[in-house]
């Protein structure tokens, strides 16, 4: 049994990853912006983290480090497509490049460094339960902060004032202009949001999850992010769920591997983006699915004067 309870551990680490990038992406698609620059911006959270605990010593500063340098990437995009309304995908796009190849030359120094030894978490008692506790009782705080904070944004989207202007801004930008709220300001608010949540999850990469720094280490998983927000119809819940999913698959090679099962590496390294592509390809199948989740506005510029 403790295979699978270290399967069920691992598969709750990686979804972390997952749901946090991915909650954030959610946050500035409500609003009707789509930031394609994940995966660039969880790079370069991910050296800010690194070395911000290599300097430190402290993981908190860490996680800060990597949510500013998120949060000023995405600042940055959305003074581009919300003022200058440049094109939302190809400025994303550029912002996913610089921040690949940004992170890998501030990151040169970084390879060979060590940060200190990370204290193991576990819930007192909880943590001692057969099974369980290793499966569910023994991950860092974030892990379990980031449900909580899923649980919160459903709360906030849809049961308070604020989440339903936010919400509008992404449906009708022209009306909530209308009704005088700040449609630009809301934007950028929720892409900057959106950039710092990116960058707690690179942050927790190099931090927590594999605590070094290699070039290109996040491997893909802004693009997994951005996939799950469309995969989840837009739903903090659903989000959470397909981000457990994802990290299962991710970490299954892991575990074939690890009981003997005879398949090729490169096969199982496969698994995370093949599962990516065939759950799109289904969910594409009801394109009057996703028009009814699908916030009207998304990826649209928004012009106050018009």
Known sequence: ???????????????????????????????????LGAEGMMLCAAIAGFAAVVHTGSDTLGFAAGMLAGAAMAAVFGALVIWLNTNQYATGLALSLFGTGFSAF???????????????FAIPGLSDLPFFGSALFKHHPLVYLTVLFAGALVWWLYRTRSGLVLRSVGERPESAHALGYPVRWIRLGAVVAGGALCGLAGAYISIIYTPLWVEGMVAGKGWIALALTTFATWRPGRVLLGAYLFGGVTMLQFHLQGIGVDVPSQFL????????????????????????????????????GS
């Open 1 to 35: 049994m403790e295979p699978y309870a270290l399967l069920i551990a691992a598969t709750l680490n990686a979804g972390t990853v997952l749901a946090i990038a991915s909650l954030g992406l959610l946050i500035n698609e409500k609003a009707g912006i789509v930031n």
């Open 106 to 120: 501030a990151g040169v120094r970084y390879v060979q460094e060590k940060i200190p030894e990370r204290p193991s």
């Open 269 to 304: 390294s496969m698994l995370p983006y093949v599962a990516t592509i065939v759950v799109l390809a289904l969910i594409s199948r009801n394109p009057a699915w996703i028009r009814i989740n699908m916030p009207a506005s998304i990826g649209k510029p928004f012009y106050p």
